[in-house]
Each structure stands twice: as structure tokens, then as C-alpha cells.
Nanobody, 120 residues
Framework: QVQLVESGGGLVQAGGSLRLSCAAS????????MGWYRQAPGKQRELVAK???????NYADSVNGRFTISRDNAKNTVYLQMNSLKPEDTAVYYC??????????????WGQGTQVTVSS
């Protein structure tokens, strides 16, 4: 069993910053990719940023240059530093982790979601 616990969401004014964290725990043998997605009301869930086990990153065009994804492999944790936030960044943010369990099965696990609201 694998658990993802997210933290760091909240309300911030436009131009402000927030840092999201997502810690994975449980029956984990290894973690491959870690990423952040978001879903705004009435819209589909979209990829925000992703980081591989080797540290390669990719970002949605809408956040490139403003958001930074990083990971701490020792803590099984992924972070999303969000700067220069805009009202259109308002959404529920979900972390996603691709991992291998101790039973040698591949799992794509999702966090519970954390609300980010950016006021204008």
C-alpha cells in the first residue's frame, strides 16, 4: 500500500509564491517519475510539471519559467515551487508518482489534491 500526502496549498495574491510538497510512503521499492497535475473547475486535469528519477524535467508552457519542480529521493518527496502566480493558476493540484512496490508491481499513485487559489 502506498500513500501520498500533499501540503502547501492556500490562498495567495497574484504575483505571490507558494511551495507544494508531496511525500510518498508505504510499500515502495523504487520511484520513477514524480509530477504535478492540476484541475480547474470545468476543465480537464492537465500536467503542470514532471521530473524523472534522473532529474530530467518538463513543464507545461503556461508555467515554464515560473514554476520549478524538484525532488528529494531520500525523503521520497516531490516539490513544486510556484512563483509569479496568476489567477489562471487557480486549481486543485495533484501529485502523481510512478513507482515500483515491494511486491514488484508498477503503480501510478495520486495524492488527494490541494487547493491553490490566486486572487487578482
Amino acid at each position: 500500500q502506498v500513500q501520498l500526502v500533499e501540503s502547501g496549498g492556500g490562498l495567495v495574491q497574484a504575483g505571490g509564491s507558494l511551495r507544494l510538497s508531496c511525500a510518498a510512503s508505504g510499500s515502495i521499492r523504487s520511484i520513477n517519475s514524480m509530477g504535478w497535475y492540476r484541475q480547474a473547475p470545468g476543465k480537464q486535469r492537465e500536467l503542470v510539471a514532471k521530473i524523472t528519477s534522473g532529474g530530467m524535467t518538463n513543464y507545461a508552457d503556461s508555467v515554464n519559467g515560473r514554476f520549478t519542480i524538484s525532488r528529494d529521493n531520500a525523503k521520497n518527496t516531490v516539490y513544486l515551487q510556484m512563483n509569479s502566480l496568476k489567477p489562471e493558476d487557480t486549481a486543485v493540484y495533484y501529485c502523481n508518482v510512478g513507482l515500483r512496490t515491494t511486491w514488484d508491481t508498477s503503480v501510478s499513485s495520486w495524492g488527494q489534491g490541494t487547493q491553490v487559489t490566486v486572487s487578482s
